[in-house]
């Protein structure tokens, strides 16, 4: 019997041992954004920022054109050397073949170098309708063909650039009008 209480008395133990909390080894936390993209009826909200992406200005003068899909082209002795480049991206909610009028605030606009005086001149503002069309001053109509009514169009153009600029970074803005009819 003393040995039953001997080993009863240890297998207690063992037990007792086991059913002790485990010390964590690690443990590590992250995190996560959150986001959701809502548009209102005859709204309209920016998905994304026209960017040219980074580019090397070469000795002679020259253009990065940007079509309304994001594909860039260059003249002169401009290198574009990467491929994060991607034009503005809008969203819109009207009725099914509801009529949209839209134009941007000039026809011409200045990218500033960051930390300096030097400028860029952003041209040829190009709407990614089907066919894609040049948009200016002028509102360009189109029409929902969307029966649920939302849409979504790009904004690209050109960037004139000419030798020699000084590096940094460049930055302007448009303004962009939608009107329902």
Same mark, same amino acid.
């Given at each position: 019997?003393? /040995?039953f209480?001997?080993?009863a008395g240890?297998?207690g @133990?063992?037990l007792?041992?086991?059913m002790?909390p485990?010390? @964590?080894?690690a443990?590590?936390?992250? *995190? @996560?954004? +959150?986001? @959701? ?5 005859l709204?309209f &909200?920016k998905q +994304? ?10 000795n002679s003068d020259?253009e !990065? &054109? ?5 594909? =860039?082209?260059?003249t002169?002795? !401009? ?8 034009p503005a991206r809008?969203w819109g909610?009207?009725q099914?073949?509801? +009529?949209?009028?839209i134009? =941007? ?13 030097? #400028?860029? &001149?952003m041209?040829?503002i190009? !709407?990614? /309708?089907?066919?894609p069309?040049?948009?200016? +001053? ?6 929902i063909v969307?029966p ?5 169009? #790009? !904004?690209a153009?050109?960037?004139? =650039?000419?030798?020699?600029? =000084?590096?940094g ?6 303004a962009? *009008?939608?009107?329902?009819?």
């Amino acid at each position: 019997m003393h /040995s039953f209480k001997r080993i009863a008395g240890l297998l207690g @133990a063992i037990l007792g041992l086991w059913m002790l909390p485990a010390n @964590a080894l690690a443990q590590e936390t992250q *995190t @996560a954004d +959150t986001q @959701a993209f809502l548009v209102t009826p005859l709204s309209f &909200v920016k998905q +994304t920022d026209l960017d040219f992406g980074d580019i090397i200005p070469g000795n002679s003068d020259g253009e !990065i &054109v940007m079509d309304s899909a994001g594909n =860039v082209s260059t003249t002169g002795g !401009i290198i574009q050397i990467d491929g994060t480049q991607e034009p503005a991206r809008f969203w819109g909610y009207g009725q099914f073949l509801q +009529t949209v009028l839209i134009n =941007v605030n000039a026809n011409q606009h200045i990218l500033t170098r960051s930390g300096g005086t030097e #400028t860029l &001149v952003m041209d040829a503002i190009l !709407i990614g /309708s089907q066919p894609p069309i040049i948009i200016n +001053t002028n509102p360009r109509r189109f029409r929902i063909v969307n029966p649920d009514g939302y849409f979504t169009f #790009t !904004i690209a153009g050109r960037l004139q =650039v000419p030798s020699n600029t =000084v590096p940094g970074f460049y930055e302007g803005q448009f303004a962009l *009008t939608l009107e329902y009819e």
